[in-house]
């Protein structure tokens, strides 16, 4: 158990929809990052959240937004559903700001699985 | 193009053999992680390499860093059933870790 728990564990929804997934970090951890991994892109990073700002933004669509809210936990919002929106959602927490990766370790939580029909 | 191409993408081995797999880049990194990945589960972080040339040793997982940090190398001596998952290779750049993965290689290690 790396601490960093992810709700729903399963989606299902349909094209055209919205969806939300939620990320609670380790205690005491600032930072959070989301991940797409899918079989044929793999493990792509989307954004980064450091205290509640954004920190670093990856190949995320238009369609899709993030937040960090006070309390250190995140949402991803996916809006407009496509059928290649199917994948993997990953999140990871890390105490930093991610500034020096020699000292980093990010901590991914269980994922959560979306399937768009 | 993948920025780091890991080989072999599937490798299905008995009990006690010994494996290799390779992480390549045509691009330096700063540092360099290893993860495995099991099946309904997160990647969880294997090691971290910095120092081009740099071995690491995690019981019977070595893992090294090529000499001009672009790329490395994961060695399981006598893989076990639990060594079973996928393996995740993860390079970061400059000063701020945002880590590009491997598409994996996925190691099914069978009793």
């Known amino acids: 158990d790396s601490g960093v728990t992810q709700t729903p564990k399963h989606l299902i929804t349909a094209t055209g929809q919205r969806v939300t997934l939620r990320c609670s970090p380790r205690?005491?951890?600032?930072?959070v990052y989301w991940y797409q991994q899918s079989l044929d892109q793999g493990l792509q990073f989307l954004i980064q959240?450091?205290?509640?700002?954004?920190?670093a933004k990856g190949n995320i669509l238009e369609r899709f937004s993030a937040q960090q809210f006070p309390d250190l936990h995140s949402e991803l919002n996916l809006s407009s559903l496509e059928l290649g929106d199917s994948a993997l959602y990953f999140c990871?927490?890390?105490?930093?700001?991610?500034?020096?990766?020699?000292?980093?370790?990010?901590?991914f939580g269980p994922g959560t699985r979306l399937l768009v029909l | 193009t993948q920025l780091l191409e890991q080989s072999p993408q599937f490798l299905s081995i008995q009990e006690g053999e010994n494996l290799t797999v390779y992480c390549n880049s045509s691009?330096?990194?700063?540092?360099l992680q290893w993860y495995r990945q099991e099946p309904g589960e997160g990647p969880v972080l294997l090691v971290t390499?910095?120092?081009?040339?740099e071995v690491k040793k995690l019981k019977r997982l070595t893992f090294q860093f090529g000499d001009a940090r672009k790329d490395s190398s994961l060695h399981i001596t006598a893989a076990q059933t639990g060594d079973t998952g996928l393996y995740l290779c993860?390079?970061?750049?400059?000063?701020?870790?945002?880590?590009?993965f491997g598409r994996g290689t996925s190691l099914i290690v069978h009793p």
């Open positions: 205690s005491g951890d600032l930072s």
């Open positions: 691009s330096v990194f700063s540092s």
């Open positions: 990871a927490s890390s105490v930093e700001a991610g500034t020096s990766s020699a000292k980093e370790t990010q901590y």
């Open positions: 390499v910095v120092t081009g040339g």
């Open positions: 959240y450091y205290n509640g700002e954004e920190r």
């Open positions: 993860a390079g970061a750049k400059g000063g701020s870790y945002i880590p590009t």
